[in-house]
């Protein structure tokens, strides 16, 4: 038996700072929240080493007196509440006093503050949480943290971090919501020792216009030009909104950012009353982009719920819900009923592809019914081809059975496989093209994509960053043939790396699915008779044909008995 001891102190907290603080992304939100906290205008940011080597926060914020700033790394040490009741009417992001403490016990922390017009300001210095000099500092208004070698005394969470990449593309999404939510304030972000983004503080007087405008700016143009703007006002609730038009949606869910009070929350609920507001609008793989900003009372939610204050609870949940869901429905419908009179733009082609047709046929082969005994099942012919119904699935009679085809599910399904072959044996040809094609996205996405660039390469994509907010694509497998389809494609493969268990084998198999997706036939598409047989016989090659690379069903089928039984009959007829 292992008897109880109290930990030590230095063990205590570095198991709490490991709640606070997992990463460097989450050591800068804390830095962040606590210069909007004091009031900051302007703030600059500088990360080297993915933040994880240094990472130093400026602000021009109200700052603190030097006996504050002795006593600001301590356990629980915070300005903002001083009873449990005051979380009940809370207006800053901080309130547990825990985030300097953290990030103090697990790197090498100096702060240096000075109060507005004072004097002389105040330094301090503290490694693995252990002060080590506090001291007069020059009168510089505003707060500077500085943390290097974060992690340093606690390697196994070092290493649990991802690769720099990734961590870099973490730091600029903290960075951009930040700048989302606050676009009074002036930004900057230096990243390895250049300027990475840069946030001017939005002019406009009107808080509607500055929003959008910041959002035009994080985003960019491509994404954040056509957005619904909606505003709504109740009691103790504020609602500015912008979102996706039903025909501008896109395959990822990366572009989605709710703040309550400022704050950029993961909640549950605000997303699925978002998403049945779009409700039939929307096919499975379509999500809309969507920024919301609320403001609350502080006593309808709850902030205490996590120490990385990401995940709120409200008061009342059903309220909310009914509320954004009926607003964005209800200009979603508005805008509906606007378009229905406005033209569609068919995307202009991206180069100009072979034009030879999907699923060449060398005969014409006419199969006929022939009586067998045998079980009917649809990959036993012969069968015959009874026609297209809905332009999109495709009818046959097998041994006095039906089966129905999709033939759009069933050629991507063919597709997928093949494509897989040929990547897995060198054949998926890349093609350059001509100009290379810009796909504007924030910063944070443009260095997630990039920290797949060589999975990329080898499946025939070839990216480079343009500018910081905009990827270029220079080369690509040989059957994209739309400008479209290949944001798509980078759409789909953000959403890919969102997902946590986003491993290789999905990037490929995502990417090798989306290129199948686009160069298979589309519903839609009249088939001649040829065709469609030759989509079954090749459907029937298939390792797995019954579904296609997105998990939809190819087939369906309705054998004799179960044809019979549909009419009542006692048993199906003999053949
Ligand atoms: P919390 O934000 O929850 O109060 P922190 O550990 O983040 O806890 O910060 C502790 C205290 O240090 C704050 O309450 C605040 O008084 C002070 N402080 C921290 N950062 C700044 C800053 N950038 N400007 C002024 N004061 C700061
Ligand atoms: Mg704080």
């Known amino acids: 038996m292992r008897h109880i001891q109290i930990l030590p102190e230095e063990v205590s907290s570095q198991i709490a700072a490991g709640e606070v603080i997992e990463r460097p992304a989450s050591l800068l939100k804390e830095l962040l929240e606590n210069s909007l906290d004091a009031g900051a205008t302007r703030i600059s940011v500088e990360a080297k080493g993915a933040g ?73 210095e503290a490694v693995g949480g252990k002060v080590l000099s506090s001291a007069p500092a020059p009168a510089v208004a505003g707060t500077t943290v500085e943390v290097k070698d974060l992690f340093y005394n606690t390697p196994a969470r070092l290493k649990f971090l991802k690769s ?30 250049r300027t990475s983004l840069r946030f001017e503080r939005e002019p406009a007087a009107e808080t509607l216009a500055r929003d959008k405008q910041r959002l035009i700016s994080v ?52 997303q699925q009353a978002l998403y049945r507001a779009y409700g039939t609008y929307r096919s499975k793989d379509r999500h809309p982009v969507c920024i919301a900003h609320l403001d609350l009372s502080p006593d309808s939610f ?7 204050k990401r995940e709120i609870r409200f008061k009342s949940d059903r309220e909310i819900f009914e509320l954004i869901s009926g607003l964005v429905t209800t200009a979603l419908f508005k805008t509906q009923a606007q378009a229905s009179a406005s033209i569609v733009r068919e995307p202009s082609p991206l180069y100009t592809y072979p034009s030879e047709p999907f699923l060449q046929l060398d005969t014409a082969p006419t199969q006929e019914l022939a009586a067998t005994a045998s079980m009917p099942r649809w990959f036993t012919p012969p069968y015959r081809y009874l026609g297209q119904i809905e332009r999109s699935y495709l009818v046959f009679e097998a041994a006095g059975g039906l089966f129905v085809l999709d033939q759009h599910a069933a050629a991507e399904r063919i597709l997928f496989e093949k494509f897989l072959r040929d990547l897995e044996s060198g054949n998926l040809k890349s093609q350059k093209l001509m100009l290379p094609l810009a796909i504007d996205l ?40 739309k400008a479209e389809e290949l944001k798509e494609m980078t759409h789909r493969l953000l959403e890919t790396l969102e997902n946590p268990a986003g491993a290789a084998s999905d990037v490929r198999h995502d990417a090798v699915a989306t290129i199948a997706c686009k160069a298979a036939v589309k519903a839609h598409d009249a ?49």
């Open 442 to 481: 924030p910063a944070s996405a443009v260095q997630k994509v990039l920290s797949q660039k060589n999975r990329l390469s080898r499946l025939g994509f070839e990216v480079e960053p343009f500018g910081k907010t905009a990827l270029h694509v220079l080369s690509v497998p040989i059957l994209f043939r």
């Open 527 to 575: 088939l001649s008779p040829e065709e469609a047989l030759r989509l079954l016989e090749d459907l029937k090659e298939c390792a797995d044909g019954s579904a296609c690379p997105h998990g939809r069903r190819t087939i369906f089928s309705l054998n004799r008995e179960e044809l019979a039984r549909k009419f009542q009959r006692p048993g199906a007829p003999p053949l």
């Open 302 to 308: 709850d902030v205490n719920v996590h120490p990385g």
């Open 219 to 270: 985003l960019g143009k491509e994404l954040a030009q056509n957005l619904l703007p909606i505003t709504a006002e109740r009691l103790g609730f504020k609602l500015r909104m912008f979102v996706s038009p039903v025909d501008g949606l896109v395959a990822t869910r990366n572009f989605q950012h709710w703040f309550v009070n400022r704050r950029p929350i993961e909640a549950r609920i605000l």
């Open 52 to 124: 994880k080597k240094f990472l130093r926060v400026s602000d021009d914020g109200h700052g603190m007196d030097p006996k504050d700033c002795e006593v600001c790394l301590g356990r629980h040490a915070t300005s903002k509440i001083s009873r449990l009741e005051d979380i009940a009417r809370l207006d800053t992001f901080g309130f547990r006093g825990e985030a300097l403490f953290a990030a103090a016990a697990v790197s090498r922390l100096t702060i240096a503050t000075c109060a507005r017009d004072a004097e002389t300001g105040w330094k301090l």
């Open 164 to 193: 720099d990449a990734f961590e870099k593309s973490r730091l600029s999404g903290v960075l951009e919501e930040a700048a989302l939510a606050n676009p009074h304030v002036h930004f900057t972000y230096k990243s390895e020792g």
